[in-house]
């Protein structure tokens, strides 16, 4: 069956500029991670649904960075006024459900480059 | 809070050698333990995991890895590389009956010389 995707894979936009990155979870997942995997570091943890809901939103790094998900499925995240700080490639994830986070199938990033 | 360390960077084997990436991990207790591999231009894909009982783990595409409690360590080996294992490998810690989010390391990025 499909995997996760992520939509772009690659996005250049000048610094000030609003983004949205895409993912599309696997059918049947109801838990769904966005991760920042900035150059040389490891993965950020930046939030997670269950179901439409994100019980924890505190690893978001600024109010500039928001995220929704809508009909227990696709899932935007959302960067507002950009910063070169930003740069860095934005992973999906899902997994069955919150208990099963152990198991998560990742996509294949976006990388978001701000100029 | 848990935390894991890979200490190496950068990691260059000949195709056919043998490979021993390391991770250490803290945690009070016994962790959750996982390692992930990167492909170029890819997502991670889950190689094995460590949840409880046998303490050498065999995991996907040949590789392995064993639980040291003595050592807080994870590391994980392959007897003989191949040019396509060529990616970033990323350990993880889990801690059982907290967040189910694991805390990820900042990954080895393994050459393979032909």
């Known amino acids: 069956g499909a995997g996760v995707s992520q939509s772009p894979s690659n996005k250049v936009t000048e610094k000030g500029k609003d983004v949205e990155l895409r993912c599309d979870p696997i059918s049947g997942h109801t838990a769904l991670y966005w991760y920042r995997q900035s150059l040389g570091q490891g993965l950020e943890f930046l939030i997670y649904f269950q179901g439409n809901s994100a019980p924890d939103k505190s690893g978001l790094p600024s109010d500039r960075f928001s995220a929704e998900r809508t009909g227990g499925s696709v899932s935007t995240l959302t960067i507002q006024r950009t910063q070169q700080e930003d740069s860095a490639v934005y992973l999906c994830?899902?997994?069955?459900?919150?208990?099963?986070?152990?198991?998560?199938?990742f996509g294949p990033g976006t990388r978001l480059t701000v100029t | 809070a848990q935390s894991v360390t890979q200490p190496d960077i950068h990691i260059t084997v000949s195709e056919g050698a043998s490979l021993e990436l390391r991770c250490n991990y803290s945690?009070?207790?016994?962790?959750?333990l996982f390692w992930y591999v990167q492909s170029p231009g890819q997502g991670l894909q889950l190689l094995l995991k460590?949840?409880?009982?046998?303490?050498l783990v065999q995991g996907i595409k040949g590789f392995e890895a064993e639980f040291k409690r003595s050592q807080s360590s994870f590391n994980l080996r392959k007897p003989s590389v191949h040019w396509s294992d060529a990616a970033e490998y990323f350990c993880a810690v889990g801690a059982p009956g907290g967040s189910y989010i694991p805390t990820f390391g900042r990954g080895t990025s393994l050459i393979v010389h032909p």
């Open positions: 945690y009070g207790a016994t962790p959750y």
């Open positions: 994830a899902s997994s069955l459900s919150w208990s099963e986070a152990y198991e998560q199938y």
């Open positions: 460590y949840f409880s009982g046998d303490t």
